[in-house]
């Protein structure tokens, strides 16, 4: 499968990847951004087979529904019931101490919407866990995937973000009037 994947990814599409996620990173969040389009969820699935790296993701219990739910769940989705008076964040950081591999795929704006500004769940998730944060572009302007080093969370939640937003800087979505 993984032949398939770098032929429509590489030959058929014209992507690049820049940059990797290390495989002996066990446990860490990536975000991807720009979240614009589904798209971006086929993006996903192709480079992470090319990266053969197991990659989870968590998605609106809705997904995870008939006739489509056993396919999400296949390529490494977790329903996430989004009803209110639940703790996600602490709940999605446990789940890193239950797992000995465990690379958590979000996207830090929560919806293909056009937003304000990121939601900060994923960079509590990464504090509480005691984990990496891995920044991933999809840069459709340039038809390139791009990775950045681990990044430790500090006490700086303001500087932190100016940071993880930097790497993001001129990237362009599928539809980039949503980014």
Not at 21 to 30: A, F, M, N, R, W
Not at 45 to 56: E, T
Not at 121 to 133: H, L, N, T
Request: proline share 4%; hydrophobic share 40%.
């Amino acid at each position: 499968m993984n032949w398939i994947a770098r032929l429509l990814f590489f030959k058929i599409s014209g992507w690049k990847l820049e940059g990797t996620i290390d495989p002996s990173v066990k446990k860490c969040i990536i975000i991807i951004a720009p979240h614009t389009s589904w798209y971006d969820f086929y993006i996903g699935v192709l480079v992470r087979k090319i990266l053969n790296l197991h990659i989870d993701f968590v998605g609106k219990a809705e997904l995870f529904k008939p006739p489509f739910g056993w396919y999400f769940r296949w390529v490494g989705g977790t329903a996430l019931d989004r009803t209110s008076n639940q703790n996600k964040v602490e709940a999605i950081a446990q789940l890193f101490k239950t797992r000995e591999v465990f690379r958590l795929a979000i996207s830090p704006e929560g919806t293909r919407k056009k937003t304000e500004r990121w939601r900060t769940g994923f960079y509590y998730i990464a504090k509480i866990a005691q984990v990496p944060i891995i920044m991933v572009a999809f840069d459709f302007g340039t038809k390139t995937v791009k990775f950045s080093k681990p990044f430790h969370v500090t006490e700086n939640l303001e500087k932190d973000f100016s940071k993880i937003q930097g790497f993001y800087k001129d990237i362009e979505g599928k539809i980039p009037e949503k980014f």
